[in-house]
């Protein structure tokens, strides 16, 4: 299977810890380990990649759609330029971006690296399956 990542993407209120541990966040939001993002419902993912520029040029939309707060002392130049170097660094290499932009939105993009790497050795614990397994 090809190396690509699948987008995932929330815009919304932000929730507690609590909140998400009793199911009070919508089914979008993001999970608390990563790949748990490929644990949910294909319909979840937004599109999918398998070229870097594209992926970046996803991201770099949702940065333009909602600029973040912090955009003055973290630009977005900089913040493309570091997804793009870490999508480039090795295979099963994620970008997991959550920011607020003006007003009381909680703004949370995910490229997931798919196919993923086993985590332990030793453990069995297989990774999760392709959501899109025609990749």
């Known amino acids: ?9 929330y815009t919304g209120r932000a929730y507690l ?17 990563v790949e748990d993002w490929l644990r949910r419902s294909p319909q979840h993912v937004e599109t999918t ?4 520029e594209d992926a970046v040029t996803w991201l770099g939309k949702a940065l333009a759609q909602y600029p973040p707060l912090d955009a003055d002392s973290f630009p977005v130049a900089q913040r493309l330029e ?4 870490r999508l480039m660094e090795e295979s099963g290499k994620d970008v997991v971006w959550n920011w607020y932009p003006p007003g009381q ?12 790497p086993k985590r332990h050795q030793y453990a069995d ?10 990749q």
């Not at 570091?82 to 170097?85: L, Q, V």
């Not at 614990?125 to 025609?134: E, I, T, Y």
């Open 1 to 9: 299977m090809t190396q690509h990542w699948h987008a995932y993407a």
């Open 17 to 33: 810890d609590g909140q998400v541990r009793k199911g009070d966040a919508p089914s979008n939001y993001p999970p608390f380990l």
């Open 49 to 52: 990649f398998t070229d870097i």
């Open 82 to 85: 570091y997804a793009r170097e």
């Open 105 to 116: 939105e909680c703004v949370s993009r995910a490229l997931i690296a798919c196919p993923r």
């Open 125 to 134: 614990d297989s990774p999760p399956a392709c959501p899109s397994p025609a």
